[in-house]
């Protein structure tokens, strides 16, 4: 845990602090060389990796660690299954319920 609020975890800045962190403890190990593994999600849901992993990389690659390959292993179906949401999908509740009126002439 690099950050102290729950909410910063996913921040690409608590990202940076963890990538360090390995970094530090691979050169201690004797370890200079890494094959990277991304991994989003993936499923029904989203197949991208997140803000997270670019500024994970770029520390890794700044900190002297040499990067051999960037592998994305992002699980992907091979037939989906229905998504979360329902028939009428994620409906906008309360959106509409804004009161308007015409201006006064007066």
Known sequence: ??????????????????????????????ITALNIKLRAIGGNKIKTPGPGAQSALRALARSGMKIGRIENVTPVPTDSIRRKGGRKGKEAVGVFDISWRWPSSS
């Open 1 to 30: 845990m690099k950050v102290k609020a729950d909410r910063d975890e996913s921040l690409p800045y608590a990202a940076m602090l963890a990538a360090q962190d390995a970094a530090q403890r691979c050169k201690e190990l004797g």
